[in-house]
């Protein structure tokens, strides 16, 4: 089946190092990759999101691209700040017809000042 | 700014209580979704709807958990009898569900509920 894998973290970055944080994943079809995170006590939001191979999604900084070759979509950000301390998941949606995500473990960003 | 809405946002319970968490999709959504979040175990689905028509509830202890919903703006996630081990964040979430690819959209999730069972 479908699965999503992740870096272990806790990652602990100072502020304005540069940051990856790794996805690989498996899946049957060709599906549809996010990032979300959350921040502490709150759900989870939408970071960023690629739907085809060579996409590149980005919002606030943060980038990844679907690599279909390496079946990766690492999270990068070239200097991340103390507000970025958070838990990161990765996640896909293939195209199986259950519109359900496979989510990653997550992994903890904390990014110290 | 649509936003899905959960409610209780925390509950406090004994063994054996009943609990009932509420979720309002966002307007327009045709999946829903429930999660439930701890340390130990992550993020798991435990059941969600298209169109209302529940689609997949095999992440759910049947015995003791049920979800439901009612119509379109209401979601419902009961546990009856609450067990301590049921004590975990319970995050709705909705979307729409391409129909074309087959692919689950974006998810939209709620603020979560936080429940401890004594």
């Known amino acids: 089946g479908d699965s999503v894998t992740q870096m272990e973290g806790p990652v602990t970055l100072s502020e304005e190092a540069f940051l990856t944080i790794n996805c690989t994943y498996t899946?049957?079809?060709?599906?549809?990759l996010f990032w979300y995170v959350q921040y502490p006590g709150e759900g989870l939001q939408l970071l960023l999101k690629?739907?085809?191979?060579?996409d590149k999604g980005s919002n606030k900084g943060f980038e990844a691209t679907y690599r279909k070759e390496t079946t990766s979509f690492h999270l990068e950000k070239g200097s991340v700040q103390v507000s970025d301390s958070a838990v990161y998941f990765c996640?896909?949606?293939?195209?199986?017809?259950?519109?359900?995500?496979?989510f990653g473990t997550g992994t903890r960003l904390k990014v110290l000042a | 700014d649509a936003r899905v809405t959960q409610t209780p946002r925390h509950k406090v319970t004994e063994m054996g209580q009943e609990v009932t968490m509420r979720c309002q999709p966002i307007?327009?959504?045709?999946?829903v979704f429930w999660y439930r979040q701890t340390m130990m175990q992550g993020l798991e689905l435990l059941a969600y709807?298209?169109?209302?028509?529940?689609?997949?509830d095999s992440g759910m202890p049947k015995d003791r958990f049920s979800a439901e919903m009612p119509d379109a703006t209401l979601a419902t996630l009961k546990i009856q009898p609450s067990e301590p081990r049921d004590s975990a964040v319970y995050f709705c979430?909705?979307?729409?569900?391409?129909?074309?690819?087959?692919?689950?959209?974006?998810?939209?999730f709620g603020p979560g509920t936080r429940l401890l069972v004594l």
């Open positions: 979430a909705s979307g729409l569900g391409d129909t074309s690819s087959g692919r689950g959209e974006t998810q939209y």
């Open positions: 899946a049957t079809g060709y599906p549809s």
């Open positions: 690629a739907t085809k191979a060579d």
């Open positions: 996640a896909l949606s293939d195209v199986d017809g259950t519109y359900k995500y496979i």
């Open positions: 307007l327009g959504h045709n999946t």
């Open positions: 709807f298209r169109n209302r028509a529940p689609l997949d």
